[in-house]
């Protein structure tokens, strides 16, 4: 049973940065896939930032703000937030799952872990 835990949220204004963590308990067996995904009050979960392998994925949402990177000995991955919008403002969540198909990273019942979540409040 894999665990995850995030942390690094909090309150941060508009333009702003923010850097997330999630740390593994281990890592699921095959090809390992992890993600955030984030859900806003009232939405369905949003695919925010993926890894599956060695490649990188983003939703349009975050390109060119958003990274995604792990420290593979620390089985931690991290999401830098920089230039932070009101409309970044949801409870951020980390999955990870084994042998996904790229197509399949955005879809969170694809995903067999999850953590608890953390939240990102941006505004004024």
């Known amino acids: 049973q894999v665990q995850l835990e995030e942390s690094g949220g909090g309150l941060v204004e508009p333009g702003g940065s923010l850097r997330l963590s999630c740390s593994a308990s281990?890592?699921?067996?095959?090809?390992?896939?992890m993600a955030w995904f984030r859900q806003a009050s009232g939405k369905a979960q949003q695919f925010v930032a993926g890894?599956?392998?060695?490649?990188?994925f983003y939703a349009d949402s975050g390109k060119g703000r958003f990274a995604i990177s792990r420290d593979y000995a620390k089985k931690t991955v991290y999401l830098q937030m920089n230039n932070l919008k009101p409309e970044d403002t949801a409870v951020y969540y980390c999955?990870?799952?084994?042998?996904?198909?790229?197509?399949?990273?955005?879809?969170?019942?694809?995903?067999?872990?999850w953590g608890q979540g953390t939240q990102v409040t941006v505004s004024p």
């Open positions: 999955a990870a799952g084994s042998n996904l198909r790229q197509p399949e990273l955005s879809v969170p019942s694809r995903y067999n872990y």
């Open positions: 281990d890592y699921p067996g095959g090809t390992v896939a």
């Open positions: 890894f599956r392998g060695g490649n990188t």
